[in-house]
């Protein structure tokens, strides 16, 4: 990305997404014995990408407790999620972990309040619907940058839309996904329908992964969107005609239920409430820019985070909005 396209770049942060990869690999530990490394490897990580690509405005969306739409469609929503395994070297395990993690969120949340960074919460609400609705409506004019390892956000992706993936460490635009997945980003969606999603217990077509569904419906390559219908009609087509592919019948018989992922997977307005998207629209309008470091200061010394460059830290935000 040039610097003229980085101009007035919106920069929306999956903040769950981006704490929880540094929680559970970054080893820093403060001075009063906790472990810090969600708390630094965040702020570093953010320094790093805005220092890279000098966005205007930084949004970060927390996790809202779930959606509840999303789980009166499917109770079984993102239950059975496995807990993160924490890949730290240290000689004895950090005692009463949750607490750990909540206080370094409850940290952080803290700290971009003394910063030129809009946080948004919005109870009963996942940060990719609120990215989603940014992204769509907010913000539709806007370049803007995601930031997160979440393949949902793929759907997003246009134009306007880019994503940078903490876990690839690079760039992701709609090129990187088709040379991927072979699936465009406006068909993503509905390949992850038909396909399921293991991370949020949304099962999938028995047989069908995106190699093969890829190879069975090459239009889905293109960006021109395809529909749920159309993907059922060549199925049904296709056995009709004697076909004995196998990916065909179990696609054909399982529509019921990639209607149902869509509506699970899909980033939009369905699943937000009107509340919901008037506390979104609220925190983006009455959000007044912060900057004290002194407080930021107090923070880290209080958590024993003595060794953290602060003046950085507020030297690449001095201009954002």
């Not at 990580?45 to 739409?69: C, D, H, Q």
């Not at 890949?87 to 952080?108: A, G, H, M, S, V």
């Not at 470091?293 to 010394?301: D, S, T």
Request: charge should be positive.
């Amino acid at each position: 990305m040039s610097e003229s396209e980085s101009q007035d770049l919106i920069l929306l942060v999956d903040a769950l997404n981006l704490f929880t990869q540094h929680f559970v690999a970054h080893p820093a530990m403060s001075t009063n014995g906790n472990h810090v490394g969600g708390i630094v490897g965040f702020l570093y990580s953010l320094i790093n990408f805005v220092e890279t690509y000098r966005p205007s405005k930084i949004i970060i969306a927390w996790e809202g407790g779930g959606s509840i739409r999303r789980r009166q469609l499917y109770g079984e929503y993102k239950k059975k999620r496995r807990p993160s395994k924490l890949n730290r070297f240290y000689e004895d395990d950090i005692p009463d972990t949750t607490q750990n993690r909540n206080n370094q969120i409850k940290t952080l949340v803290e700290i971009f309040k003394n910063l030129p960074i809009c946080q948004i919460y919005v109870a009963d609400c996942e940060a990719d619907d609120v990215i989603g609705f940014l992204s769509k409506n907010t913000f539709k004019n806007n370049k803007k940058l995601i930031m997160s390892s979440d393949k949902d956000y793929y759907q997003l992706l246009d134009s306007k839309t880019i994503i940078y993936s903490p876990t690839w460490k690079k760039i992701v635009t709609s090129k990187e996904v088709i040379e991927k997945f072979s699936i465009a980003p406006s068909n993503f969606c509905l390949a992850k329908s038909i396909c399921g999603d293991v991370s949020d217990n949304i099962p999938g077509v028995k047989g069908v992964g995106f190699k093969t569904l890829s190879k069975r419906f090459p239009q889905l390559r293109d960006s021109q969107d395809v529909t749920i219908s159309e993907i059922i009609n060549v199925s049904n087509s296709t056995i009709l005609e004697g076909s004995k592919i196998k990916a065909f019948k179990s696609i054909s018989d399982s529509e019921d239920m990639i209607r149902r992922n869509w509506k699970l997977i899909y980033l939009d307005t369905s699943n937000l409430s009107y509340t919901q998207i008037d506390k979104i629209n609220h925190c983006i309008d009455t959000f007044d820019t912060s900057r004290n470091k002194i407080n930021v200061m107090r923070i880290l010394m209080r958590n024993g985070i003595q060794t953290f460059n602060v003046d950085r830290l507020f030297l690449s935000t001095s201009y954002i909005q």
